[in-house]
């Protein structure tokens, strides 16, 4: 159950991040590593907007970025963290606890310390590298998993699942819906956006609103119509029926 709470909370910190910045930030690739009983995997990716991440040398995961060639294009490292939203399930764990948000009931712990690498979840960005066409994920110099960035865009004219307008334009139109709001002012309402988030959207809506004005008029003017040819009708019903 954490594990799904978990990935609610990745998604709540995607949309936090597309909210947020503005128009100057950058691209980023936006996912998520699992890992069980050693096997590891890299899915959820996505091209997001965001500030740019400090690059770390200092941990013992590696994430790269490499091109066609397996040149390493973009390299960070990173230390294996797992978020438990629910503190109540947590066994007593003591000094590993590292960091409490009330507002989420979020604990950070130690993963590896803790539990080992059992199971266990992380999101995460890096830059996004248009030339690169792989993500890895390593530990020391042995890879644990990839992802190949080619399923960010496959140029068949329709917007799949880890597609949107940010990695995948020939597929992905801005005007259409493609999961991921583009909230700066770029003269398109994007449909993915809340109301009131994208503010190329306030002209769309006020023409969509209705005139009430307009409304109460265009009734009132009905209603007189309808009496005025009612009158006619029963004025020559009575005088046909005088006669």
Known sequence: ???????????LVLLAMSSAYAQSTEK??????????????????????????????????LIKLKDSSGNTLYQTSVRKINMQL???????IGDYAVAIDENFAQLTV???????????QMFLVVPYVEEASSLVFQHGKIKLAEYP?????????ICEQN??????????????????????KDDVCDPDCAYGIDPDCEKKHAKSRPD????????????????????????????????
């Not at 960035?149 to 068949?156: A, F």
């Not at 209603?223 to 029926?241: M, N």
Request: proline share 2%; charged share 30%; with cysteine.
């Open 163 to 184: 597609e949107n307008y940010l990695s995948c334009a020939s597929d992905c139109k801005p005007d259409e819906k493609d999961g991921y709001c583009i909230r700066f």
């Open 86 to 92: 629910e503190v109540s399930e947590i066994p007593d």
């Open 28 to 61: 980023l690739l936006f996912f998520r590593i699992s890992w069980n009983e050693g096997k590891y995997v890299i899915d959820d990716v996505k091209v997001i907007l965001g500030e740019v991440p400090e690059v770390s040398y200092e941990e013992e995961y």
């Open 110 to 120: 130690n993963y590896d310390e803790v539990f080992g690498t059992k199971e266990g």
């Open 212 to 243: 009430i004005f307009k409304l109460l008029r265009d009734k009132i003017s009905y209603i007189i119509l309808f009496i005025i040819i009612g009158s006619i009708i029963a004025y020559f019903y009575f005088v046909k029926k005088r006669k």
């Open 1 to 11: 159950m954490w594990v799904n709470k978990a990935y609610c909370l990745g998604i």
């Open 149 to 157: 960035l080619k399923k960010l865009c496959n140029n068949n004219g």
